[in-house]
């Protein structure tokens, strides 16, 4: 299993890349599905994901914040407007 965070503030849209992968990538485990940078940073921080789909506009922090600031190593993948 690959565990996935996604991190995306409009919850259609996230809502929306879990089906997604659920459907294309049958060993993808979300982990975590979240709606601003500051979850997603403590996410990353805490639950160690193989990789992360952040979105770059969230309001408090962005995804690239997010990815800057996090202490686990992980693939990310940055998405924007699905």
Not at 6 to 16: M, Q, V
Not at 29 to 47: F, M
Request: aromatic share 6%; proline share 1%.
């Amino acid at each position: 299993m690959i565990n996935i965070l996604i991190a995306e503030d409009e919850n259609i849209l996230r809502i929306n890349l879990a089906r997604k992968l659920h459907d294309f990538w049958p060993q993808a485990n979300i982990i975590a599905s979240v709606k601003c940078g500051r979850d997603a940073l403590e996410s990353l921080d805490t639950l160690k994901s193989d990789v992360a789909f952040l979105d770059i506009q969230m309001g408090d922090l962005t995804g690239i914040e997010a990815a800057q600031q996090t202490k686990h190593h992980c693939h990310i993948v940055f998405i924007y407007g699905l």
